[in-house]
């Protein structure tokens, strides 16, 4: 069952001090108030205020980020893969799903897989930044315990139920923005099931990308939907002392390759409003798929001030 149709418990914090290494052997006495207001003095902060968007990370290093050569570029990728398929196929009398499986089996693919994985996240996350929205926050590939290394005692001292530390979770791309004397959070899980150089037309997503694996009887966790759930209890965690009346949370998963036609012969009507195609991340189609009006407002003080929070 989804977390996000269930109520959620409201916390009150508790305001401790504790010491807070604040790196470059420096230390400091800090409780949740001091904490925001230690980010209200940033630059980031100040240009939210001002109405401004801002993103993380700002410049984009792809290549950099899976150690590719400059000489690597995606066309050159795809053309040596799919050459190397048809020479399986041709000098080992190969069919082309075993063909496949040999290939997706060499190093060269894998860096291809992870390049095309970076690059969809990229895709979505320049689609959230292209929204005109005031005081908007664009965040992807976010790690959740670099989100909560640095603060983790004083969370925990505080009162913030912080999801399971000893798993390590990385959520795609998070939106956070005020509305109203709110704030809405946008989740989005990125996946792509075009992963094949050789393949002539789009393949649409198979069941275990969306909703798991099922092995043996015993279902494997994985997948989009459960990606999701994971990301939803943390943004929850850590607006624990929010009113839910205060924070609107959206969730859906984007196939930023694959277009939405081919969507919509696998999902169902009533799934298809939380999954975006190719199409869905031009900025006006996106705002209507998202359900934002045609023009934000400017933040209100008490939206700026929720978002501090998170």
Request: glycine letters at 8%; proline letters at 6%; charged letters at 30%.
């Amino acid at each position: 069952d989804s977390k996000m149709n269930q109520p959620r418990e409201l916390k009150t914090l508790k305001q401790k001090r504790i010491q807070v290494n604040l790196g470059g052997e420096k230390y400091k006495k800090m409780n949740l108030d001091d904490l925001e207001e230690e980010f209200g003095k940033t630059e980031t902060w100040k240009n939210i205020c001002s109405g401004k968007s801002h993103s993380v990370p700002v410049v984009e290093h792809l290549k950099k980020s899976i150690r590719l050569s400059v000489k690597q570029t995606e066309r050159r990728m795809k053309e040596e893969l799919n050459q190397g398929y048809q020479i399986i196929m041709e000098k080992e009398g190969l069919s082309g799903e075993k063909a496949a499986l040999r290939t997706k089996g060499t190093p060269e693919f894998k860096v291809y897989q992870r390049f095309l994985a970076e690059k969809c996240e990229v895709l979505v996350k320049e689609a959230m930044t292209n929204i005109k929205v005031p005081g908007k926050l664009v965040l992807r590939s976010i790690d959740k315990e670099d989100v909560v290394r640095k603060w983790r005692n004083l969370l925990e001292m505080s009162g913030l139920p912080l999801t399971d530390k000893k798993q390590r979770d990385e959520f795609d791309c998070i939106t956070i923005y005020p509305e109203g004397d709110g704030i809405r959070v946008i989740l989005v899980e990125v996946k792509n099931p075009n992963q094949y150089p050789w393949d002539t037309k789009p393949n649409p997503p198979g069941r275990s990308l969306v909703e798991g694996q099922t092995k043996g009887g015993k279902y494997k966790p994985g997948g989009a939907w459960y990606q999701l759930n994971k990301a939803y209890t943390f943004i929850t965690s850590i607006l624990a002392d929010v009113p839910e009346t205060k924070v609107k949370i959206q969730a859906f998963v984007s196939f930023p390759m694959t277009p939405r036609s081919v969507l919509e012969e696998v999902f169902s009507c009533g799934t298809l409003p939380c999954v975006l195609g190719k199409e869905d991340l031009e900025p006006e189609i996106l705002r209507s798929r998202l359900g934002m009006p045609a023009v934000s407002a400017e933040p209100s003080q008490a939206g700026l001030s929720l978002m501090l929070k998170a």
